[in-house]
């Protein structure tokens, strides 16, 4: 059973750097697309990035617009984890965030929660103005 690990949340204000990371356990998951979500108070989780499995070199990754050019997703496979580094943040970033796994293998590119099948417990990233 495949089980997720996220850190490296707190308290920040804006402009401001956090480096969330997921670590995974219970099984290999080089095969699978994983990706963050976020969920504010009151609205859906809502996609953030993703980064493909192995089978894609050099790795692809995507982005949401709301954080494209200030969010870096990475990956370590012999780490079996994957890292955000949020530059740049702002009050409307805060939210819980969540890693997740992709349901299939050898797939990349969907941005929606239900396309994910194992989920982190999340953790809160809050940035004040």
């Known amino acids: 059973q495949v089980q997720l690990v996220e850190s490296g949340g707190g308290s920040v204000q804006a402009g401001d750097s956090l480096r969330l990371s997921c670590v995974a356990s219970?099984?290999?998951?080089?095969?699978?697309?994983m990706g963050w979500f976020r969920q504010a108070p009151g609205k859906e989780r809502e996609f953030v990035a993703g980064?493909?499995?192995?089978?894609?070199?050099?790795?692809?990754?995507r982005y949401a617009d709301t954080v494209k050019g200030r969010f870096i997703i990475s990956r370590d496979f012999t780490k079996n984890t994957i890292n955000l580094l949020m530059n740049s943040l702002k009050p409307e970033d805060t939210a819980v965030y969540y890693c997740?796994?992709?349901?299939?293998?050898?797939?990349?590119?969907?941005?929606?929660?239900?396309?994910?099948?194992?989920w982190g417990q999340g953790t809160q990233v809050s940035v004040s103005s």
């Open positions: 997740a796994v992709d349901s299939r293998t050898r797939r990349f590119g969907y941005t929606l929660a239900r396309d994910f099948s194992v």
């Open positions: 219970g099984r290999t998951l080089s095969s699978y697309s």
């Open positions: 980064i493909s499995s192995i089978d894609w070199t050099p790795a692809s990754t």
